[in-house]
């Protein structure tokens, strides 16, 4: 009787650095309408970047600090004390984040975003889209990183 023995090892395998932020939306697409982790918009982008392979270190440092410009399809967006105000000719509506984290999904014009995140708005703790137009962003700051491969 022979015993064959197979050995099965998992190793990390780096990402070159243009699939990461493809990586990173896809899966923020992939989970629309779920709850990612405990529902926390911070969680989503935990994942994300993790699924995707990327370098960072599991705080808010979630790859290089870009321009609003230079933002691309992946991007991971942190928002800190944000007023976005949103007007028409018959109405006003504002919208508040405190600390939040969002990625990047689509850039549909400079200066306008499609965005997945969660634990916003009716849809709560479960993935949703919002668009950031951020000529209506009255105070506060929002920063933009490029998720990167492991090195």
Not at 90 to 103: K, N
Not at 140 to 150: C, N, Y
Request: glycine share 10%.
């Amino acid at each position: 009787m022979t015993l064959l023995l197979l050995f099965c090892s998992l190793q990390l395998v780096a990402q070159p650095a243009g699939d990461v932020p493809v990586l990173v939306a896809r899966y923020a697409e992939d989970h629309m309408g779920s709850k990612v982790g405990r529902g926390e918009c911070w969680d989503l982008a935990q994942a994300a970047l993790n699924a995707a392979g990327a370098q960072w270190d599991g705080a808010y440092g979630f790859g290089d600090v870009i321009d609003a410009e230079a933002a691309q399809r992946g991007d991971v967006v942190q928002f800190e004390r944000v007023l976005v105000e949103h007007r028409t000719e018959r109405s006003v509506a504002q919208e508040t984040f405190g600390p939040h984290t969002a990625i990047v999904l689509e850039v549909l014009v400079p200066g306008r975003f499609l965005l997945a995140h969660q634990n916003f708005g009716p849809e709560g703790r479960k993935v949703s889209r919002y668009e950031l137009i951020m000529a209506d962003v009255k105070r506060g700051t929002i920063t933009f990183h490029r998720p990167v491969g492991r090195r």
